[in-house]
Nanobody, 122 residues
Framework: VQLQASGGGLVQAGGSLRLSCAASGRTFSSYVRGWFRQAPGKEREFVAAISSGGGVTLHADSVKGRFTISRDNAKNIVYLQMNNLKPEDTGVYYC????????????????WGQGTQVTVSS
């Protein structure tokens, strides 16, 4: 079972990136999926979560209105569209698969990808 995150990179403030998280080895269509990030010297924090069917989403206040989580269950992929990026968005972004119920607590996410680096320059 693997979650592979991609799409990170270096971008100027105000720019956009789209992260993807592909799952292999099993399907996570019945599971809530999430994105978390960790900045240097800081704890990992919640960014966004999406329910199994995609009908319910939650975004952290710090990214609300700029980031959008979505999923394509047919392809077993979750996306994070990031617009109007700010230097404080810099960090390693991790995708994760959680439970069959709704959650956004990192402790409820049992499967994690390796992370993709996002760097926003000012």
């Amino acid at each position: 079972v693997q979650l592979q995150a991609s799409g990170g990179g270096l971008v100027q403030a105000g720019g956009s990136l789209r992260l993807s998280c592909a799952a292999s080895g099993r399907t996570f269509s019945s599971y809530v999926r999430g994105w978390f990030r960790q900045a240097p010297g800081k704890e990992r924090e919640f960014v966004a979560a999406i329910s199994s069917g995609g009908g319910v989403t939650l975004h952290a206040d710090s990214v609300k209105g700029r980031f959008t989580i979505s999923r394509d269950n047919a392809k077993n992929i979750v996306y994070l569209q990031m617009n109007n990026l700010k230097p404080e968005d810099t960090g390693v972004y991790y995708c994760a698969a959680g439970t069959t119920g709704w959650t956004y607590k990192s402790s409820d996410f049992g499967s994690w990808g390796q992370g993709t680096q996002v760097t926003v320059s000012s």
